[in-house]
């Protein structure tokens, strides 16, 4: 507590340089990182939810997860392909 009151007093502080803006909480960079982290929870709590509630055992959990990659990313490049491409309407 002693520490932080002398560092406000005695103003040392201002010798900090400010944090970057690619680091800064609402920059492009942490929100990205933050929408991974979540992504990462709801497929640890789905995997739970396959393995514990429904039975299906863990393979059984990484072959979903793995097939439901699969086919998001043919969804992807799909649509991808079909946004990309040149019409000659």
């Known amino acids: 507590k002693a ?3 002398n560092f406000i007093s005695d103003e ?10 690619w680091f800064g909480p609402s920059s492009f960079l ?8 979540k992504l990462s929870m709801w497929i640890r709590h789905g995997h739970g939810y396959l393995t514990e509630n429904l039975g299906i055992p863990v ?7 793995g097939l439901a ?14 946004l990309g491409t040149d019409c000659d309407c």
């Open 3 to 5: 520490a932080f009151i």
């Open 12 to 21: 040392e502080w201002k010798s900090i340089e400010p944090v970057s803006s």
């Open 30 to 37: 942490m929100s990205s990182m933050s929408a991974l982290f």
């Open 59 to 65: 393979w059984g959990s990484y072959a979903v997860f």
């Open 69 to 82: 990659t699969l086919f998001l990313g043919m969804v992807l490049g799909l649509v991808s392909e079909t």
